[in-house]
């Protein structure tokens, strides 16, 4: 990774001093505090209850090298709970190119770490004043992948066209691999897991269309094969015999977005359909017997419909039903399913200012993590009923 940003930061250069005289550029960030309480299960640690106050603040620069290419780039701070590792991170760092092919055309590139679209708040999640809420919806935006949701690092082509009477059409299209934090291991397999997941090169197709000023759809393709290798032992480190494994998830993900604007409110709802399973190889003639143990589907239907009253430019309510449910009967019921009624509430007290407070009452389980504890013995998320809630001050600048 540090030689691909070195790579990028030398042809940022390159681009530079081909054409100092209009280099412009803009700065600007955001930090925030939460706090966030649960009445049961591991939404942000291994332990329920008070989550304690969570930090957040990013930093994001543009630089508009000539007219044609530009840099963009986000870093953020955290310090979150135990599921999440706390710390630098890179957002985002890309250079930028974009060109009118016609007068009702345009072609953008981006190559480097970009964004990925992932449904309609995706792109924007990371920064508080973009989202309608502080947890989003878990059917779209899963706690567990929420830092594999975000990003890739390699190449985006996007395509725009903009007709006379005001409608927008873009399609975007990229390869490339996601970044996987070292704590994804154990949100997926379980607090005694070690090792890290690696991406392959996956592929995401976003198709969306705004008609007029009141509408947006939008339908999206997006696999994500991940893998871990000699990292799982099922014998523990007391064994005279090793168990180990190679573990392997291929997923297919399509999403469909519809959105419907007016002055005081707005109407959302995202369909999101999943098609994938888990697999392992054993590395050794003891281990190949148990490699069904870790062969399992994780297809998943879920949706959320959610609305948002605008009160006045200081005030909204929000309104949220959010559903996931897995495909597979095996799964135990509260493994299966999760449902999530929310009720919210944002004040823009200052311009640079926020405050957001919501309530989330949960059925199930599914979506918080571990998804699967390789430690049998312990009971996680036992709790079918439970409840969550959240408070966030924000300031930009």
Known sequence: MKLFILLLLSSFSAAFFTAPSHAKGSWGGFVSASYIDVSANNYYGYNSGDSGPLYEAGLRGFWQLNPNWSLSGLIIGRENGDWFESGLELDYLSLNYQTALHQDWEL????????????????????????????????????????????????????????????????????????????????????????????????????????????????????????????????????????????????????????????????????????????????????????????????????YLQAVYIVNPQWSLLGRYDSSHFVDNDIEPNLRDLQDITIGLTWNFHRNFQLKLEHHWFTGTSMIPPVRDLNFSRTNNPERYWRLFAAQLSYRF
């Open 108 to 303: 953008g590139l981006k190559l480097g770490r970009f964004k990925l679209a992932n449904g309609i708040y995706g792109a924007t999640q990371d920064v508080p004043f973009t989202r309608p809420s502080i947890v989003l919806p878990l059917s779209i935006y899963p706690h567990i992948l929420k830092e594999q949701s975000l990003r890739a690092d390699g190449v985006r082509i996007d395509l725009d066209h903009f007709t006379a009477s005001g409608q927008q059409y873009s399609f975007a299209a990229s390869i490339g691999k996601e970044k996987f934090d070292e704590s994804f291991t154990r949100r997926f397999l379980g607090k005694d897991q070690g090792g890290k997941f690696d991406s392959e090169w996956n592929t995401s197709l976003h198709f969306s269309a705004r008609p007029n000023s009141d509408w947006y759809a939008a339908l999206e393709y997006r696999r994500l094969e991940m893998y871990l290798n000699n990292a799982i032992d099922l014998a523990g480190p007391q064994s005279p015999i090793p168990l180990p494994f190679d573990f392997n998830i291929d997923t297919e993900q399509y999403i469909a977005s519809l959105q419907y604007t007016q002055q005081h409110y707005e109407l959302t709802a995202e369909f999101t359909m999943r098609r994938g399973g888990t697999s392992a190889e054993g590395k050794n003639q003891f281990a190949k017997p148990l490699e069904s143990n870790f062969e399992g589907s994780i297809d998943m239907n879920a949706y």
